[in-house]
């Protein structure tokens, strides 16, 4: 195998964002390993720097991570692709925050890849970028996402370039190896 494959992402920097309780396990470590074994540089930022007690299946507990940055300290700018993971609680409380809205904009204004699993697009909802998008994601979200102007549809995954920005979404853990195909493939482009 050459160096070239092994290290094929890495002059790429991933910002993952998440809250310190309630990230759905392997939606943050599956993706954030894939993509450090495959050379990028991948910031996990959270709302403080506690660990990151992560859950299984929203209800059983699983690993705890820790954080490399708060997300008021994220210079979004400085990163290639933003991944959001998902888990109920970990969503729903990430779009609350003012620092994700800011984070989220920057990507969406500067044309850079936005990666939303499962409850993940509540954070892009939250600040108005789903409308004129196609994307997928856990199914309770449909009529969030329908309401916001987007439209759902149940796939494994969906890459949307709509409004000059690839958007790439997933339903569950189910389909990680779609997501981070996908990841892999918008990264590989740009």
């Known amino acids: 195998m050459s160096t070239k494959s092994t290290n094929a992402l890495e002059d790429r920097r991933i910002l993952a964002i998440v ?3 309630g990230v759905e396990q392997d939606e943050l470590v599956v993706p954030v390993k894939h993509l450090r074994d495959h050379g990028a540089q991948v910031s996990v930022a959270a709302v403080s720097a506690d660990g990151i007690r992560t859950l299984v299946g929203d209800r059983d507990p699983g690993e705890t991570v820790r954080p490399d940055l708060t997300l008021d300290e994220v210079d979004p700018a400085a990163y290639d692709l933003l991944l959001v993971p998902g888990g109920t609680l970990n969503a729903d409380s990430l779009r609350l925050e003012d620092a ?3 984070i989220v904009s920057s990507f969406a204004a500067s044309g850079r ?3 939303a699993i ?7 909802i939250e600040g108005g970028y789903i409308e004129g998008k196609t994307l ?3 199914a309770s ?9 987007g439209t759902w549809v149940d796939k494994p995954v969906v890459r949307d370039d709509a409004a000059g920005w690839p958007l790439i979404t997933s339903r569950n853990p189910g389909d990680l190896e ?3 195909g996908e990841i892999d493939a918008v ?4």
Not at 187 to 190: G, H, N, V
């Open 19 to 21: 809250t310190n309780y």
């Open 100 to 102: 994700t809205t800011r």
């Open 113 to 115: 890849p936005v990666a």
């Open 118 to 124: 499962c409850h993940g697009p509540w954070a892009l």
């Open 136 to 138: 997928t994601s856990y």
């Open 141 to 149: 979200l449909r009529t969030d996402i329908t309401n916001a102007g």
């Open 178 to 180: 779609d997501f981070v």
């Open 187 to 190: 990264l590989a482009e740009s």
